[in-house]
C-alpha cells in the first residue's frame, strides 16, 4: 500500500508540476509553439535572392524551440534501445514533416494554426497513451506504431508549414530558400534527438528509470491534452 501511495505521489507530483509549467505558458502567450520570432520575421521580410545559412539557422532554431515536436519525438523513442530502430521511427517522423512543411510552404496552404497545433497535441497524447499500453488495456487493439508515426509527421510538417508561411518569403529563390529551411529542421531534429537520447542514456540505468517511466508518460499525455485544450480555446476565440 505504501509503495502505491509513493508512485501515485510521484505521478501526481510530476503531472502538477508540468501542468503548472504549461498552465505558465498558456497565460503568457507562449503556447503558441514554435511561433515566429518578431525579428527573424522581419528580416525575412526584406530579404529577397537566395539565403542558404540564414534558412537553415532559421529552421534549426524552428525546431530546436518547438516543444510539441520534442514531446513527440520524446515518446517516438522513449522505449527504444536499439539505434537502428531509434533510425526507422525518427526517418518516418523526419519523411512525414518535410514532405507536409515542403508542399505546404511551396503550395500555400493556408491552413489554420490553431487546428494543426491541436491534433499536434493530440499527437503527443497518442504516443504517451501507446507507450503505457493504453490503447490494449482500454481498447483492445495496438494501432501500427510505425504508421501512426508516418502519419503525424505529416500533421507536424503542416504546422511547420503554417508558422514559415508567416514569414512571408519572397518567391524570388523560394525553392532552394525552403530547402535550406528544411536542413536546418532537420539538423535541428538531429540536435534535439542526441541530446533527449543521452538524457534517455543516463536515466535508463538508474533504478528509477521503470518506476518513474509510467509516470512521465502519463505527465506527457497531460501536456499533449494541455497543449490541445489551449489550441482549441484559440480555434473557438480568435477570429
Known sequence: MNTLLSRGGRLRAIAALLL??????VTTGAAQAHGVDTS???YIAEITGVHLLPYMY??????????DHILFLSGVVFFLYRMEHVGIYVSLFALGHSTTMMLGVYFNWAIN???IDAIIGLSVVYKAVDNIGGFQRWLGFQPNTKAATLVFGLFHGLGLATKVLEY???ADGLLPNLIAFNVGVEIGQLLALATILLIMGFWRRTRSFWKLAYSANVAMMCAGFVLFGYQLVGLVVVP
Open 58 to 67: 532559421l529552421g534549426a532554431k524552428h525546431m530546436i524551440t518547438g516543444y
Open 40 to 42: 527573424d520575421a522581419g
Open 113 to 115: 494554426s490553431y487546428f
Open 20 to 25: 503548472a509549467f504549461l498552465a505558465a505558458l
Open 168 to 170: 512571408d518569403m519572397s
